[in-house]
């Protein structure tokens, strides 16, 4: 059963960078058919997808959050990254990492990590 | 777009269903999960109608059209969370999340 946890600062200022990583456990990060995904919610708000990666390296971005966001891979680490810059308090929110799984040429998120809190000060 | 309503209610024992509306929906995989409170979000029909090993044959769903929909046969207090609809767009490479429904046990 494969366990995804995120990790990073849960402070972040306005303005600056927000780096988190996703650490993937009981599978590698390697196999195929599965796109590696990070999705936030606002407090009391609904669920957000900000993008993927594959294993080849290939991303897809959310076109609102396109030109802010990299997500990047480590597969020596077993571990995928997300950097969004020129935070605002607009990004504070719940960050979740998540598997999705492409085995029918689709998208289904089948394994999530339990969320990172971020808070964006000024 | 995928479009829930924000809320439904219903009794203990009943039929609760949660629709997600959008353009053509039923020619994509409608995706839902369910989360509660300070969880993450776990997926209880996937491919429009099937369930995930451990999820009560209670739920259900279907697509078709510009509707999915989610139904939850004799609802029990534990039910009592937000559902959310989700499809991939093969076209734009985008994930995109319905607005979520509440699901109130009265």
């Known amino acids: 059963q494969v366990q995804l946890l995120e990790s990073g600062p849960g402070l972040v200022k306005s303005s600056q960078t927000l780096s988190l990583t996703c650490t993937v456990s009981?599978?590698?990060?390697?196999?195929?058919?599965?796109?590696w995904s990070w999705i936030r919610q606002p407090a009391g708000k609904g669920l957000e997808w900000v993008g993927r990666?594959?294993?080849?390296?290939?991303?897809n971005y959310n076109p609102s959050l396109k030109t802010r966001v990299t997500i990047s891979v480590d597969t020596s680490k077993n571990q995928f990254s997300l950097e969004m810059n020129s935070v605002t308090a607009a990004d504070t929110a719940v960050y979740f990492c998540?598997?999705?799984?492409?085995?029918?040429?689709?998208?289904?998120?089948?394994?999530w990590g339990q969320g990172h809190l971020v808070t964006v000060s000024s | 777009v995928l479009t829930q309503p924000p809320s439904v209610s219903v009794a203990p024992g009943k039929t609760a269903t949660v629709t997600c509306g959008g353009n053509?929906?039923?020619?994509?995989?409608m995706h839902w999960y369910q989360q509660k409170p300070g969880q993450a979000p776990v997926v209880v029909i996937y491919?429009?109608?099937e369930r995930p090993s451990g999820i009560p044959e209670r739920f259900s769903g279907a697509n078709s059209g510009n509707t999915a929909t989610l139904t939850i046969s004799r609802v029990e207090a534990g039910d009592e969370a937000d559902y959310y609809c989700?499809?991939?767009?093969?076209?734009?490479?985008?994930?995109?999340f319905g607005g979520g429904t509440k699901l109130t046990v009265l």
């Open positions: 989700q499809v991939w767009d093969s076209m734009s490479d985008q994930v995109t």
């Open positions: 990666i594959y294993i080849g390296g290939s991303t």
């Open positions: 053509n929906v039923g020619s994509k995989s």
């Open positions: 491919y429009d109608s």
């Open positions: 009981g599978g590698s990060i390697s196999s195929g058919y599965h796109y």
């Open positions: 998540a598997r999705g799984n492409a085995m029918r040429g689709d998208c289904l998120f089948d394994s």
